[in-house]
């Protein structure tokens, strides 16, 4: 193998060009959706824990209202399947986690990780299985979602800093991991599954191009809860989190179905 074919093997291990391309694809479609990379490399730090680290990507809309963390994840001819225990949560989702922050009178408040409506719809799963994990640590798409989540909440304080006397009006920061695994879900009964061996019968399977991965993925505790001590149900939902889980080669796609519900953020306080 001639020297430079070992330099570009070398540097095809990386995980640097599937970030660069898609950072190009996301400018060369941007007349179709109106996304542009603002930022590659990102640096951020989350004052709450003092985490701190670097962002592929960061998106932004047209609009300058929504933008979105990302990770790139390269992997080879592998798929990442998702499972789906009720069959009837295979309808596709509307909701998503996101960062919201108000702008009012060259003032912020910090509203925190709130449930909004928005498309595309797709499948969501709270459990992602991927060949060849070590099942001693904590599974990758966890790690790099429970990253993603402290890195939206720097980024977002960074954005109120910079964009206080802007435009009145709301912020949102989503996460997503961009990947090139194909995604495919998994769906099957819970009452299918054989308590001798642990194993699932009569399961589904589809590829579908993107879903929302929600999961316990923050130790962040609810702010005023309504009592002394937070509900389970509270508790639970503060620490929910969602991740956007997007092929790289549908993330045009994506982004062009991209939107978020305006009623829905009118009720947002």
Known sequence: MAESDELTDLVNRSGFPL???????????????????????????????????????????????????????????SSWVFLISDPERMMERRHAKAWVTRYSNNFVTQVGWTDVSLNPTTPQSSYCVIP???????????????ELVRASEGLAAEIARVQVYRQEGVRLVFNMIVTTARLQVCVFSGDAISLNDGKITNAGYREVPYLRFRKQLSARLPGAPSSSWPSASELAHAKDQTVFVVTAEHLEDFLHHFGVDARALQRVE
């Open 132 to 146: 060849g994990q070590d099942a001693k640590t904590r599974p990758l798409i966890e790690r790099v979602g429970a």
């Open 19 to 77: 970030q660069i391309g898609v950072a190009a694809a996301v400018r060369r479609s941007n007349y179709r959706h109106g996304w542009e990379v603002l930022y590659s490399e990102h640096s951020w730090k989350n004052s709450n824990d003092e985490s701190s680290g670097f962002l592929d990507l960061v998106l932004a809309d047209a609009f300058g209202t929504n933008f979105i963390s990302v990770e790139c994840k390269r992997v080879l001819e």
